[in-house]
Structure formats: structure tokens, C-alpha cells
């Protein structure tokens, strides 16, 4: 059974940063592309990261480009979201999303993901 346990939200100040990791067990995890999205209060779910079974390819939201980094470590079966110069727009729940696919080409729909973690909320203050 695959399990992604998001860990690393909490409260913190416009312009602060955090970092988002994702443990995902259950299967191999080096062989697929995985993802994080984002869910404020009455909003639909969107698109934040997403990186190939390796890393070296990666896509992001327009929002978050610049200010996001997704990276992934193969050995510890574990993908982060490195967040800086955080906005109040940003507060959300994360989720993090596991793909039955190695590359990014398609990577940016709810759909396309076949795993989700619980989310862990984000809360940027102004």
C-alpha cells in the first residue's frame, strides 16, 4: 500500500520561508515523478511543483517560480518543497502527490496523480 506522509507546515511570516517534505513508502520511489499541490480555504486544488523520477527535470506553477524549489532524495524516498519569500497568498494545505509516471510531461493535473498524501497546512501572516 502506498503511503505519502507530508511533514514541515506550520505558521510563518510573509517573507519567511519553510520546507515541505513528503516520506512515501509502499512502493519504489525512485521511479516516479511526484508532485505538490496546494489547496487554500474555498479554492480548488492546484499546481505547485513536480519533478521526474530523477530531479533533473522539474515544472512549477507561475506563482511560485523563483520563490519554490522541489528536489527529491532517491535514498530516502523522500521529495521537498523548499519554499522562500512566502506570501499570504501562499497559505494553503499541501499535499503531496505520487504519479505512476517517471517525467513531468503531463504533470501539472490533479488527475494525473494516483497517490495523495493527508496535507499539511501552511499559514503565511502579512
Known amino acids: 500500500q502506498v503511503q505519502l506522509v507530508e511533514s514541515g507546515g506550520g505558521l510563518v511570516q510573509a517573507g519567511g520561508s519553510l520546507r515541505l517534505s513528503c516520506a512515501s513508502s509502499g512502493r519504489t520511489f525512485s521511479s516516479y515523478a511526484m508532485g505538490w499541490f496546494r489547496q487554500a480555504l474555498g479554492k480548488e486544488r492546484e499546481f505547485v511543483a513536480a519533478a521526474s523520477w530523477s530531479g533533473g527535470s522539474t515544472l512549477y506553477a507561475d506563482s511560485v517560480k523563483g520563490r519554490f524549489t522541489i528536489s527529491r532524495d532517491n535514498a530516502k524516498n523522500t521529495l521537498y518543497l523548499q519554499m522562500t519569500s512566502l506570501r499570504s497568498e501562499d497559505t494553503a494545505v499541501y499535499y503531496c502527490?505520487?504519479?505512476?509516471?517517471?517525467?513531468?510531461?503531463?504533470?501539472?493535473?490533479?488527475?494525473?496523480?494516483?497517490?495523495w498524501g493527508q496535507g499539511t497546512q501552511v499559514t503565511v501572516s502579512s
Open positions: 502527490a505520487g504519479s505512476s509516471r517517471s517525467s513531468v510531461l503531463g504533470a501539472t493535473g490533479v488527475n494525473w496523480y494516483a497517490y
